[in-house]
């Protein structure tokens, strides 16, 4: 059995890696969905209340993901949802790294 101090720690760094990796997926989420089917390029810049939203739809998803693998009780189905969050919190990591890679490296991005 692990020590209460030790799955303090572990939930803290899963909460961490959780909710900069949902806040990533999120915002790509809510960025395309703004870009796709709302503005494209047609509108530039964005009305000021888009970038807001851009910020606060992936910022609410990121604190709920992190609240959820701070506070929920240890059981099987909850286990099963944190894995989840963190599947698809790697998932926007590794995304969002894709991007980066794309604008430093093959589009020569030097700010």
Known sequence: MTSPARTRRLRVAAAAVAAVGIYCLAYQFVFYSLWRF??????WPWPPWSLWLLVILPAVAAVAAAAFVLAARLSPGNLWLAAGLGGLALLGLLRYAARVWKLVVQLGFHP
């Open 38 to 43: 709302l503005f494209g390029e047609e509108v």
